[in-house]
């Protein structure tokens, strides 16, 4: 008996350690999507807003190129928020627009407006790894995400916002195959649920790229707002850098001012 | 000083009398784009084209404005171009120039405005609307500002229009690429009551599938030349009447989009059908310098032979599009044609550098590879191969 104790022991210990990594990976799953829950949540009600930003392109050498656009965003409950993006500088590329309408349980519906040839252009939101206007963002980064976009686990707590705030870190996974992103570590404060930090690891676990946001302001007296955020790509030393100059809330948008037809309106 | 301040002030008066008219109309938007242009021929002209050039300089100016006269959008598009050897390449046209008023899901316009139909890359087969502008662009795709006057009803997932489209337009020729012979200025109609032209079009879009069904009747945009006697030494555009009904359907599958216009209908009493049926594929394993790739095969057919509207009436086009994701953001398309009936085929080569936020570079490259006598497109513009060059300044 004695025997089958010691033999029984490594397995009961190996048994018991198992469970309660497993039931670790459960809390920490649980915990990251109450994080991810929280950021979505304090968002809600917002209706809608529409920003003017200016867009930095800089190279590893410095050059810099800029693009002026507004954005458009329509709250959605049902599904993720629409979104609408026109340029107005640089002049030759003033009016043209990205359209995004985001589905659920399927790829996003996405067309282009190009106003040389007053043509709207159906395009793929598979490629969602394809660079918007040639910037660090992606398709797939500008889109709106979901909670159930992820699975989730909780990493660690430490300090941010230069040092003065808490921030939750946690791994999300997108469900998505076509994303060009095994995981995406986030930095989300812990008293306002803002995103500081965004660390992109590509399909093979490599450090991609770094999203950062800064200046942040409360609108409304309840949705905060970075008024500079920028993606720098790790591997290439490109930066994009959005500096918003306005954003206005329930400005009274609908969804008729994200039909289709009114990229060429 | 005195004469001064009182013009002032009567001017102040006039403008306030005048304000609330003057307050309701607002520019939102206003840009303008001159560009340095240059084409250079790899071959002289045919004898036939009596007042030949190999090498032509020219300018080109645009100005866009959009913005509101009280509750009505406006939209203003004008451009213009002088070639310093082809007098036909010297001309100003009215792109855009037109009202709309919407109410809820209710849109009326009118003016003179550029429409586009379709999804194909290569040749728009149910594009009808616009004539093309061949002096800029040999392809069709840019068009000459179009009467008209519309109304649409938007729904949740598309809108159906109608059009009624006053006046027509005839084409007009460059001297170069030259297609043989000269193009007469006095053109031919099967009807004289050219012009009142109709056109509806419904799209609708669900998921990964966008369609939109169109029917138009009237004078078709593309002539047909003809030779008014055998030894004529010039083509006669003849514009014959026609009755279409359009179909253009988009499809995502998985990566690939699937492309598909057709259109069927009846010209000369005769029933006729043309459609361009492709597939556009991305490519994302992509070598360091590329960003984006895109592999285009699009298969044309019309089976109206010499009375075809293009030159795809069994033709295989396949291309790419790139982009580099430079600073400059550089973008390159190459397309060559393959004709299955003559073996004729073309290259057509474009490159895009942007130099700054103001200055771009454009170039296009048309080299007509092998065009047998049988082919009625090719053959006639065999020696035009041609390369374009364009410097442009937006502000």
């Not at chain 2, 073309?346 to 771009?360: I, M």
């Not at chain 2, 020696?383 to 300044?393: G, R, T, V």
Request: charged share 25%; glycine share 8%; net charge negative.
């Amino acid at each position: 008996m004695r025997n089958d104790y010691r033999l029984l022991f490594p397995v009961t210990l190996l048994c018991g350690l198992l469970s309660l990594q497993l039931q670790a990976a459960d809390t920490g799953a649980a915990k990251g999507r109450e994080i991810a829950v929280a950021v979505e949540n304090r968002d809600l009600g917002y209706s809608d807003s529409v920003a003017e930003l200016t867009m930095i392109l800089r190279n590893r050498s410095g050059d810099e190129t800029r693009r002026e656009l507004e954005i458009s965003i329509l709250e959605n409950r049902d599904g993720g928020d629409k979104s609408l993006i026109r340029f107005d500088f640089p002049a030759d590329i003033r009016g043209t627009a990205l359209l995004t309408h985001p589905q659920p349980d399927d790829a996003d519906e996405q067309w282009l407006y190009l106003p040389a040839y007053t043509r709207i252009k159906r395009i793929s939101s598979r490629n969602k790894s394809g660079a918007f206007v040639g910037s660090e963002f992606s398709f797939e980064d500008l889109a709106d995400k979901e909670v159930d976009d992820f699975r989730y686990a909780y990493v660690r707590a430490e300090a941010c916002g230069e040092g003065i705030l808490m921030c939750d870190v946690i791994d999300r996974m997108p469900e998505d195959t076509h994303s060009a992103y095994s995981r995406q570590r986030v930095w989300v404060d812990q008293s306002a649920q803002r995103i500081f930090r965004i660390d992109y690891f590509d399909r093979k676990e490599a450090l991609l790229k770094t999203f950062t946001a800064k200046d942040f302001r409360l609108y409304e007296d309840r949705y905060w707002r970075p008024l500079e955020v920028a993606m720098r790509n790790q591997q290439s030393g490109n930066v994009t850098i959005l500096s918003y100059s306005r954003i206005q809330f329930q400005t009274g948008l609908s969804a008729a001012n994200f039909h289709r037809n009114t990229l060429r309106d | 000083m005195g004469l001064l301040r009182k013009a002032a002030r009567a001017m102040l008066s006039l403008s306030l009398a005048t304000r609330p008219a003057v307050a309701d109309t607002e520019i939102d938007k206003h840009s303008v784009d001159v560009a340095a242009t240059a084409r250079a021929f790899a071959q002289a002209a045919p004898l036939a084209i009596g007042d030949s050039y190999d090498y032509a300089p020219g300018v080109q100016g645009e100005a866009d404005a959009e913005g509101r006269i009280g509750d009505t959008d406006f939209k203003l598009r004008l451009f213009g171009a002088w070639d310093a050897q082809d007098e036909e390449r010297r001309y100003a046209d009215i792109r855009q120039a037109s009202l709309h008023w919407r109410h809820d899901r209710l849109s009326l316009g009118a003016g003179v405005g550029t429409f586009f139909w379709g999804v194909s890359e290569s040749i728009n087969v149910v594009n009808v609307l616009n004539q093309a502008d061949l002096r800029q662009a040999v392809d069709s795709k840019e068009k000459m500002g179009q009467t008209f006057v519309s109304l649409g009803l938007r729904f949740g997932n598309g809108e159906l229009s109608l059009f009624y489209l006053p006046t027509f337009r005839e084409r007009e020729f460059p001297e170069r690429p030259a297609f043989g012979l000269p193009v007469s200025q006095r053109a031919l109609f099967e009807t004289p009551d050219k012009g009142g032209d109709i056109a509806l079009r419904g799209l609708f879009y669900a998921g990964d599938l966008e369609a939109g069904l169109g029917y138009f009747k009237g004078t078709r945009r593309s002539p047909l030349l003809i030779r008014r006697s055998p030894t004529a030494t010039e083509w006669t555009p003849f514009y014959i009447e026609t009755e279409n009904l359009l179909l253009d359907a988009l499809y995502l599958l998985h990566e690939a989009t699937l492309k598909l216009e057709a259109k069927t209908g009846r010209e000369l009493d005769q029933g006729f059908f043309a459609a361009n049926v492709g597939i556009e594929y991305p490519v994302y394993s992509l070598p360091g310098g590329i960003q984006e790739l895109s592999l285009i095969a699009e298969y044309l057919v019309d089976d109206r032979g010499e009375r075809a509207e293009t030159l795809g009436q069994n033709d295989l086009f396949i291309g790419l599009r790139t982009s580099f994701g430079d600073i400059g953001n550089s973008s390159f398309r190459g397309v060559v044609s393959y004709d299955f009936d003559s073996q004729g085929n073309y290259l057509d080569l474009g490159l895009e550098h942007r130099l700054s936020d103001y200055f771009r570079f454009e170039t296009r490259a048309l080299v007509f590879l092998n065009a047998g006598r049988d082919d009625n497109w090719l053959y006639p513009v065999r020696n035009e191969d041609f390369i374009e060059f364009k410097l442009h300044y937006s502000f």
